[in-house]
């Protein structure tokens, strides 16, 4: 389609992942977001849901019985690792785990990662890979002749947890057309952020609204790509009119790491928007609030009982994908 | 009954985990040793037989298959996490595994314990929980939908210990009622002989013997707690003696790591009581060695092979114990 | 047989760990390169073989179903437990995992690795140990009632490395009598290649050629072993020259860590000797390269789509000749 010509530089598409066969697409990897268009999403979304209904309802699921999943972790990410472990097993699968690649493995030697690609695809069916590097989920996937899912790599791409954002807000909301989306907190840094926006735009009369503190904007690169795909957005220094208009409100955690030295900026940065009572009394009834965590106190903790609080149900979500995207690189439709 | 109502202060029970339900008790978790009474455990430890039975004659065992474990450790421990993994896939469980949980996890992002709990709770159907703090595992438990097991948590509690030790002492001299124990070694810091001296208290007739180095004497709470009980207790710094009349002589390690710079002082606690052939040959025929693990040189390597020496045993029987509180949680009696 | 008589002492071995059971032997335990004959070999090749075809056409397999294995890796290496894991879990088995079991496990406490072998085996069925000290493996065996596969006890044996490494030969060559092997790079300090020099020993009419740089020619003791095998040996400088000659070149990597200070030594010796296009340009047709990996330079990345190229292969065939020595020592020929 059209929409998709014009690509946001940074996180710019060099070749797609996912091929038409028949009516369906079939997945080779996940890499990122961009191999992801609005018909592909729907039916990954409609697995998604089939994989719920056997989370709970089949504790003994013998769907990827006998695949062997590899976590090629070269940086931890326990959140993520148990994740698409639980996700595997869930199925029946079975997994084998390096949780610190980078410093155990032959990595610290001076292996490529090609090498290590080479080596590890003859012990397993997937490799779920988590690196330091952008590019590297690439890089891996160019290597393999085994499917391979980007658990995140570097400032890069983190294309499952995108996902599960946008099926979360379809689950929580009922739809994506002509959904308002406020983004608040570290806009600049955030990668969940970033790879949302991006998706969001595949979808109609979608408007997003930008509450960030000025160190931490969103940048231009990401305004540009909504401008240009017919997005409206907005930028707003008032969290409670943002909340009281949108259906979603998406915050996200400053990320201490990114200011360094300057702990007077962070501090400063951290306390302007706080998601509290005194937000979710203006947060319409059928509204949500969601967070990729982990969360500091940029959610105040009593917001939890609400049921509009949707953090938890989103996290939960990443298994139900996960489990859809192991399914569909393992087995197929 | 009467006896229950007396409670030793640092071992506190603020609320109880086990809930009668017809004519056996209903567990959904387990935190610490207080929550058990004398039925409770008799019908644990029945369990814990059958556990033996199934570990021997029924290797492929189905009995908690599709049932998913997660073992968040905060600090390691892997004698005590592959106990609870093997006891899990034993009874045909599958695992999930974090054996760093405080520097790899969002916790090093600044995540609360309870946030964690929420998310790794969407992935699996129990928690098996090691962490640094006294009281964690309590606060686990007051947040999960799922069952929390206390694997130990930091100077608290580490109930498994506690109920293998029990169940130890009644397999191998065949009763609890009237039995000897000798308590000796590191009686100041030892969580496993407090629990242990708690635990024992609940039979009748008990006598326990307290054989330490004067720097790690048995604490008063216990000792009064055992007084209030009826419990009748002594002190002694003749390990010779106290063998050769006890059941049970329960030796553990002086640990160095509560002496600081005082060296010295590690090193002549150390070598006061050492379990060897001298104390062996008054040993009883029907008593036996105990000694929670690791050991170093308070149990001589020549009393291995002493019949009596029943220590290695004792690490099995933890399988036994894990293996039936496993079952009960997740299936029930 | 006369030619088992002598042996090299560095390798030297103490007990055997294999026994004669009617036309077949009996494995207990995985120690050492010493314990397998010409005809065991033979036999576990032709096991190996049968487990390529399962793992190829018999994705359920259910030949070690309700087994527990536990690797045991007192230095991390991520590569052999992987492939250890993945051998175990294609024949249906189930796995602990303890990836740093030196700075994690009670062996930090200073618990003897007698005490952790009798604990750990009360978890599982089976040890597959890695450990920094030469002889570990051994001690280990002598204490288990269960069986021991040795995955590298210091810079003492890897016997499973060493084994792979000949069966490769045989799959890729097609015949071990009448080889003539290059063994280039470190041979100093290369454990395979010394423990692959002595069990070519095995075979009739073997020629070896040593290539490496001066600071790490291959020692003496293998050499006089050689010698007295009556297997021919000659060293060379020309890689070229042994490259036109063999069935196989066996490169190997430098090992900058054997250099300490001494970086100009290092360099000098890396560079010496690199398979690249034009030492392919004279490698016979049916010849093959082999390297046990990681790989630094030694071999250039252009050499990879050579079909002679067999070091992913034989990284592979790792995976073959463990499934083969779990399902021997488990459950049998």
Chains 1, 2, 3 share one sequence.
């Not at 940074?10 to 992801?36: P, Y």
């Not at 032959?106 to 890979?129: C, N, P």
């Not at 790599?153 to 994506?176: K, S």
Request: aromatic share 8%; net charge neutral.
């Amino acid at each position: 389609s059209p929409k998709n010509v014009v690509r946001c530089s940074v996180l710019g598409v060099q070749n797609s992942h996912a091929f038409s066969v028949g009516k369906k697409f079939q997945l080779d990897d996940v890499i990122e977001g961009q191999q992801f268009d609005r018909g592909l999403l729907g039916n990954i979304f409609e697995v998604a849901r089939e994989m719920e209904m056997i989370e709970k309802n089949s504790p003994g699921s013998k769907i990827l019985k006998g695949y062997l999943m590899a976590t090629l972790f070269y940086e931890p990410s326990t959140r993520t690792r148990l994740s698409f472990e639980s996700a595997m097993k869930r199925l029946g699968g079975e997994v084998l785990t390096t949780e610190n690649a980078r410093e155990f493995s032959s990595a610290a030697k001076g292996e490529t990662l090609e090498d290590t690609i080479r080596t590890v695809e003859g012990y397993s069916d997937i490799i779920v890979m988590r690196h330091f590097e952008s590019g590297a989920a690439r890089r891996a996937a160019a290597t393999a002749s085994i499917p391979i899912i980007n658990a995140g790599d570097g400032p890069g791409q983190h294309p499952t947890q995108a996902l599960l954002d946008v099926y979360t807000i379809e689950r929580e909301v009922g739809r994506l057309d002509g959904i308002k989306v406020g983004l608040v907190g570290d806009l600049a840094n955030g990668r969940t952020v970033r790879s949302l926006a991006y998706l969001l735009a595949k979808y109609n009369n979608v408007k997003i609204f930008f509450v960030a503190p000025d160190v931490v904007k969103m940048k231009d690169d990401i305004k540009s790509y909504l401008t240009l795909q017919g997005v409206q957005w907005e930028e707003s220094t008032d969290l409670m009119e943002v909340a009281s208009m949108c259906d979603v409100v998406y915050q996200t955690r400053i990320q201490k790491e990114r200011f360094g030295e300057q702990i007077d900026l962070y501090e400063e940065a951290r306390g302007k928007y706080i998601v509290d009572q005194k937000v979710m009394s203006v947060l319409q009834k059928h509204a949500v609030v969601m967070h990729p965590l982990p969360r500091l106190d940029e959610i105040t903790v009593d917001v939890d009982a609400d049921p509009r609080a949707a953090y938890f149900r989103q996290a939960k979500n990443g298994l139900y994908i996960r489990m859809a995207l192991l399914k569909l690189l393992l087995v197929g439709w």
